[in-house]
């Protein structure tokens, strides 16, 4: 997973990525594409890239068809999803609705918001419209972060926002 991206604050652009390959993840985000802002690697953020790898299933749902995945269904409106992948296990929940659409994700993520030590913590978010592509029926517009399901997620959790375009699957 190679993940680019600029984001402005007050205006100011932040440009970098994050990155999981061969199972080794880190963040490099610069200001001006000059000063680096955050430099990081090492076990913890390997395993956070891959709890994040592993959530973003929901835009590639062949992974969630593999061998190996484990399905429950909680009740009408939940079923869970427990797999294996890039040295981390997955315990992925979504919420849909009668025709069937996510409404929400959410796993425990190793990682470290707000500064805390590295542990589990709910991470998801929102799903709140989808389109086909390719086959795949997958959510496009999503709100996402820490402390998914508890109130902080409102006021301190929610750091990303995306609407999906379009995509291409090779």
């Known amino acids: 997973m ?7 604050v007050f205006g100011v652009p932040i440009s970098g990525s994050d990155t999981l390959i061969d ?27 891959a709890g994040r790898v592993n959530i973003e299933s929901i835009w590639l749902p062949s992974v969630l068809c593999a061998d190996g995945v484990e399905w429950a269904q909680a009740s009408a409106e939940r079923v869970s999803a427990e797999f294996t992948a890039h040295e981390e296990t997955a315990h992925l929940e979504l919420e849909i609705d009668a025709a069937g659409r996510v409404e ?4 425990p993520r190793w990682g470290n918001p707000a500064g805390e030590p590295f542990h589990y913590v709910d991470f998801g978010g929102w799903a709140e419209s989808e389109a086909e592509f390719g086959g795949y029926t997958i959510p496009t517009r999503v709100r996402v972060g820490w402390f998914f399901g508890s109130e902080r997620f409102e006021g301190e959790g929610e750091f990303f926002r995306a609407t999906i375009d379009a995509v291409e699957y090779r």
């Open 2 to 8: 190679v993940w680019q991206a600029t984001a402005h």
């Open 104 to 107: 929400s994700m959410r796993m």
């Open 23 to 49: 199972d080794k993840g880190e963040m490099r985000w610069d200001l001006l594409d000059v000063v680096p802002v955050v430099r990081a690697g090492g076990a913890d953020i390997s395993r956070s890239a």
